[in-house]
């Protein structure tokens, strides 16, 4: 009896934490689909209701802002897992190959290697980052420090893309794949391709101001 107890609590953990996945991936996937070359078509039916989809800068910065949001909030729930393991509990284990807690419970590989930091909280920060730039943008595109901005956008997840790298290599190390921490991976990525674009996007005057 106590044994299909378990499984059966082990199964609704498996189903919430799944759901939560999909929760933080699918608005990263929107908004990537949006800063894409095809977000213009993707969006096409919106565009009376939010006027600024109308642009190729509006639709930029509104899928950057999308997957800002997702980042910072799986980045949060990745600190959260840490915490909780860290305090002797659990959230995902699995014996598959699926299983956050064996990554984000392991001391070495969960804080950066050089100030030893937990990830979770260099994601947060990351996209605390990225989403107070999109903000500001959204508010004065011409702002005095726009083009900084844009840059420091496009240099932080480019430098988000070679952690990537490490962690992956982590991942590969332990035979193990967090998915939070991919949907965070996936985001940064989506969010290196909103910035490309949108440098471009700044060096054509005419394009950026319409």
Known sequence: MMQSLDWFLGRVLDLTSNLLVGAYLLPVLIGFLIVTPWGESFVSSLTDRFP????ARGRLLSGLQLISL?????????????????EGGSFCSSTSTFSCDDLLGNSKLNVDPVLGLSWGLIGMATFALLLFIVLVLKQEHNHPLSERFVSMGLLTTGIGLLVIGLLVSYEIQEEKICLYCTTAHIANIAAFVGFFRLKKLQEDNSEWNK
């Open 52 to 55: 600024s989809l109308k642009t």
């Open 70 to 86: 997702a980042g910072f909030a799986v980045s949060t729930q990745t600190l959260w897992i840490s915490s909780k393991i860290s």
